[in-house]
């Protein structure tokens, strides 16, 4: 379960970056 969450946290991360260099 801890593994789980950890991966989703990484996915929101990554995908909060690619969104910010779309933006640039």
Same mark, same amino acid.
């Given at each position: !379960?801890? %593994?789980?969450?950890?991966?989703? /946290?990484? %996915?929101? &991360? /990554?995908? %909060? &970056? %690619?969104? !910010?260099? *779309? *933006? *640039?």
């Amino acid at each position: !379960a801890e %593994l789980f969450q950890f991966c989703l /946290v990484i %996915l929101g &991360v /990554v995908a %909060l &970056v %690619l969104d !910010a260099t *779309k *933006k *640039k």
